[in-house]
């Protein structure tokens, strides 16, 4: 089977403009997870999606935003991007809202 | 919140060495995990361990939750076990964010040939 795949793997954004990172979790898996890790520390939580509905919201400020689809794949959204949201940003599938999750290979986003 | 400690930091092997890794979480919790992240930033699922004991291969896993940590061993180390292993917790209770795993800051291990 397939395991949770991400899209794009690299992306270069200029200060200011809006990124959209896209994820696909594995088959049968309902719930996605966004989380966000900058050089040298652990993965940082954004957001937790369940069943196309927001069920858990790390402190990101409200330039970050999600929506899942009714195939249950997932969008990350981030507008107005700062140099400080240069990181890898890390999709997790799950079967439910708290069970094993599952990560994908990332996105390495670099603002300039 | 929650605070995830691993120790250590930095840990360096000669191939063939035995190790063991600690996480220690401040409060209850739902869900435990390790991970092993490598040099191109997949992470990797090791072991899912809220409580007890578990084995796979050269890797064993000790969660006791009620004195909150975990230990990860690895025996016989290898070349291809260097990476960054991170243990993530998700709280028990954590109002409108269940679900969510919370990570420690990682041990960077090198195993050396």
């Known amino acids: 089977d397939a395991g949770v795949t991400q899209s794009p793997t690299h992306l270069i954004k200029t200060r200011g403009q809006h990124v959209t990172l896209r994820c696909s979790p594995i088959?049968?898996?309902?719930?996605v997870s966004w989380y966000q890790q900058v050089l040298g520390q652990g993965p940082q939580f954004i957001f937790q999606?369940?069943?196309?509905?927001?069920?858990g919201r790390g402190n990101f400020p409200d330039r970050f935003s999600a929506r899942q689809f009714p195939n249950y794949s997932s969008e990350l959204n981030v507008n107005a991007l700062l140099l400080g949201d240069s990181a890898l940003y890390l999709c997790a599938s799950s079967f439910g809202r708290r069970y094993e999750q599952y990560f994908g290979p990332g996105t390495r986003l670099t603002v300039t | 919140g929650i605070q995830v400690e691993q120790s250590p930091p930095d840990l360096i092997l000669q191939e063939g060495a035995n190790s063991t890794l600690r996480c220690n979480f401040s409060d209850s919790v739902n869900n435990l995990q390790w991970f092993h992240q490598n040099p191109w930033g997949q992470l990797i699922n090791l072991f899912y361990?809220?409580?007890g004991t578990k084995q796979n291969g050269r890797l064993s896993a000790t969660t006791v939750a009620t004195e909150r940590y975990s230990l990860l061993y690895i025996s016989s180390s290898q070349t291809t076990d260097s990476g960054v292993y991170f243990c993530a917790v998700e709280p028990l209770n954590y109002g409108g964010s269940q679900g969510n795993l919370i990570f420690g800051k990682g041990t960077k291990l090198s195993v050396k040939p």
């Open positions: 088959s049968g898996h309902k719930s």
């Open positions: 361990i809220p409580s």
């Open positions: 999606y369940y069943e196309k509905e927001e069920r």
